[in-house]
């Protein structure tokens, strides 16, 4: 079963306006989680990421936050650009020094219009 | 720039023969992986290396064996492959153990028929 999931396969925003992706988790061992963006044809990317000491974390226009009580997190895109568009994945795992062994969500399609 | 080459974009293979997928970085990384990513279920691990001649089964590792005789290279094979196994191979590297040093290379689409 999966234990990053992310139910919203798809996301359509006007250009300017905040993108809202949002991620619920069922491992509660999990204490880093990251937000990777995936063009079509290229592998993925990292954007950001948050460890479970934190509740926020804002890189430029990108900011996740994480509510641990309700295992859930989302990525917040504001403003919007075209470039954004693109497949944004979730991704957990349990400690900092995982071995790079992450579980991911299934993925959101972001379509950024004009 | 870290850059992680699949040496095989798009591959179409049939039933019961024997694939090589393989993933070549050039950043001296340590670890290495071999995820799928398959739509509505996203990136699973299949099996990672920590180090030469080393490896570790990740999520998926059924019907899936790899390699890792030299750092820079770690190969995926699919000892008979089986429809099931359709499905685009992403290798990644990393340079230390959290999920943000990694670098995933551009995907290898394989078709099984």
């Known amino acids: 079963d999966q234990q990053v999931k992310q139910n919203s396969p798809s996301l359509s925003v006007q250009e300017g306006r905040i993108s809202i992706l949002n991620c619920d988790y069922t491992?509660?061992?999990?204490?880093?989680f990251l937000w990777y963006k995936k063009y079509p044809a290229e592998g993925p990317t990292f954007l950001i990421s948050?460890?479970?000491?934190?509740d926020k974390n804002e890189d430029g226009r990108f900011t996740v936050f994480l509510n641990k009580s309700a295992k859930h997190l989302s990525l917040h895109i504001v403003p919007s650009q075209p470039g954004d568009s693109a497949v944004y994945f979730c991704a957990a795992s349990e400690g900092l020094d995982s071995w790079g062994k992450l579980q991911f969500g299934a993925g959101t399609q972001v379509v950024v219009t004009p | 720039d870290v850059k992680v080459t699949q040496s095989s974009r798009y591959l179409v293979k049939r039933t019961g023969e024997k694939v090589f997928l393989e993933c070549v970085q050039d950043m001296d990384h340590e670890n290495m992986f071999w995820y799928r990513q398959d739509p509505g279920l996203g990136l699973r691990l299949i099996y990672f290396s920590y180090d030469v001649k080393m490896k570790e089964k990740g999520d998926i590792p059924e019907g899936y064996s790899v390699s890792r005789e030299k750092k820079e290279r770690f190969s995926l094979i699919l000892e008979s492959a089986s429809t099931n196994q359709t499905s685009m191979y992403l290798c990644a590297s990393s340079f230390g153990w959290s999920g943000n040093t990694i670098y995933f290379g551009e995907g290898s689409w394989l078709t099984v028929v």
């Open positions: 948050i460890s479970s000491i934190k």
């Open positions: 491992n509660s061992m999990f204490d880093y």
